[in-house]
DNA sequence: GATGAATGAGCCTTCATTCAT
DNA sequence: TATGAATGAAGGCTCATTCAT
């Protein structure tokens, strides 16, 4: 409870009582990657962040040197979310094919529950100076490589049929991006939901999985749900 | 080849004084669009635009009366093109599963070879003013409720297994958009690869096709040969 | 009838059939001063003028050198409207307080019926270029002049009180000047009655005329109608 | 004088950087209305009002949003001034007649002695947006009420000849707007010769004052002096 | 440490005017 | 004669960033 209201006005934090500074560089990226995702990072102004934390513009140059540098930090973060969450599939001692899709829910997972994750989805660098952009990029290709290699190991181990590897990883990677494109924050979609949907439509393909075990039933089930419950939602 | 160097560099039309003017706004929209899809629509200022079109700045407000006006009909042009693509799908007379894989391999074709169908994929909506983003929106919207329309009549006719239509059409719809992010004109994969494995890939899933025909067995070493050539793309 | 068509579609001469170049350029001068007094001198562009007049601009070009040079001739025209109705005043043999009198009525009326006239005592001559605006200014001030010897005249031959003549001229040529402001051209006040009532008003004052004579009665009986007539107009 | 000083350079307060920041609006306002009233409010671009205060442009957006909010401060102040001076016509218990009469006296003083009341008299609203211009109309129009309500309310009690209100008070009003026109700052025209002297010509006409008495008297001497001292003034 | 004020650079747009045809 | 196209100059406004206090 009260972390939810920690992330829904982080900029209290700088008037109900003096933090320490980690808090309050805390709240300034949070709330930045909101408008960020909200309006896109070019259309956000230092004075409107400012303005959203209560607090003045210089009072942001105290904690950040440029802009560039909060929405760096964002994307560092939201990198460090996702990847978070893929170390636990390194763990599981499975074939590449379910590597992948345990991939997928993971990076789905990360990106509806955090804004930073849908900052790294949804964030155009190209308005970064090039050293930035050099940094962002690299951080990115981690986890399209890691990606990659379960495809590839797939391949290798017969789970994943022979296909063009970046290709493959190219699409995944595409459809969970574009997630942060339509998701709702409030709406009734949930994490679980959306992870476990794309893990199968992008493993399995549209034919659901091949053979029809206990594991596919419950998720034919949960997707019944969700169609129910999402009836309304999309933009 | 005569026709490939106008595309390149439209801007040579302007030379000439006479010209069809038409043909003028042609040359106008592609830069545009080139420009666009290279530093998003905000950072492409009218100046820049002017001066690769070696006009001056006030001459573009002959053509249009706005920059947004600009974008506009960069959009128009992409759903055109697009949704010319998808009519092909339309009149084949087969399953539901068949007209998605076909719809995905129309979208993806259409966005490879289009500037302004990547227009429609990649540029940022947010930068557009209420009236126009309701324009441009419900144009997109209409190749969605399509894609989904497809995804209901596959599960109807038991081509395609239970799942939420809408968050399956998101996957696929994202997965196809984002190709905008990573394509590189002059790279070595075309359109017909990228078409067909996408279509392969969103639609059967890693397994591959169920019964291995010869048209998989094409299909497999097609893929083989584009991730060769693949070997140096991506950004 | 006819008249009234060609005052509202001046433009219309244009289309019809080719006229004397003099007859065009009276269409230019006409919807010019239309606009001009509408919206003002400097927010009036050439391009909205040209498309008044359902011609191009360069062919605007063709019968003035200058957007100036059009004002200036606006000006012109709206002075011989204004001293043609004054000439009237001249040669009636009375003393200076009737021929104040009957300049303010002449006057008035000229403001009121003439678009042209108008123009002089509503544009802002600050929008033209030095040379010009000397020009107008001369020609401005010979009204003015005319008035204030007619005080002077009066005060004179003892049918004005003293006062300071220049003040006088001041006060009536900013009340009929002022008559643009608020007059509209289809309203209910006809240019009799302002004129009748600016006289009386300027010259009598608020008593009223001191003889209450024949003449008298008549006016008052005009501007009640007039009031009744009145009450909705005024912007 | 010291005073005085201020008045004449007001962009010298921004020589000194920490003030009261509504000393600098001030400082802006009286400066731009200076402007304003010598080449008018379109002619007068925000660059050049910044150089006159000493100033960059974007620091004129430091104490107002628009362009338009400078003049409709402009407005706001003027109209402010005038109804303070009108003020003191509504205490003095007298009828219509009298009532008029020091209404011409102050509104003539508040436009004389006020660059800001000047500006009421004389800016074009025209280049105002909609919402603005409404707002500016109505502070107008107010001002136009008293002085017809207190011409009705002279005709009722007699002192005031039966007339059409609305026309008298667009004279009168005319005439005192129209000063801004003519009236040099520096020039030897008093505030109260011009009020004086208007306040007679508009309610007793030329004629002078029915009833000679030792008060007309002395307003015709300071009349004399009047046109003695003005012989150089006017445009 | 924090702030009100200021700035330089840049962007979109308008307009009177002139070519080239 | 008449026109579609083009231009130079300027204007209003925004924004990331930095002083001076």
Known sequence: MNERRKTRQPWNSFQVRKRDPEVKRDAVLLTAAHLFLEHGYRRTSMSELATRLNITKPALYHYFQNKEE?????????IAVIENGLDNVLVSPSDG????????????????QHEFGRCVAMLDDGALSQGTRREVRAL???????????????????????CDAKLAAFAIAGAVNWIGTWYQPGGPL????????????????????????????????????ARDRTASSGD
């Not at 909060?70 to 939201?78: A, F, H, K, L």
């Not at 379910?98 to 789905?108: D, G, L, N, P, R």
């Open 190 to 225: 949930t994490a679980e939901v959306i992870g476990a949907q794309f893990a199968s439509l992008l493993t399995d393909g549209l034919h659901g999985s091949g053979n029809v075990s206990s594991a596919a039933g419950l998720a034919r089930r949960d997707q019944t749900n």
């Open 97 to 112: 094919f379910h590597k992948v899709k345990a991939y997928v829910q993971a990076y789905a997972t990360a990106i509806v």
């Open 70 to 78: 909060i929405v760096v930090e964002c994307y560092r973060r939201g």
């Open 140 to 162: 990115k290709r981690r986890i399209d490589a890691t990606l990659r290699s379960y495809i590839e190991q797939g391949m290798k181990d017969g789970s994943i049929a022979a």
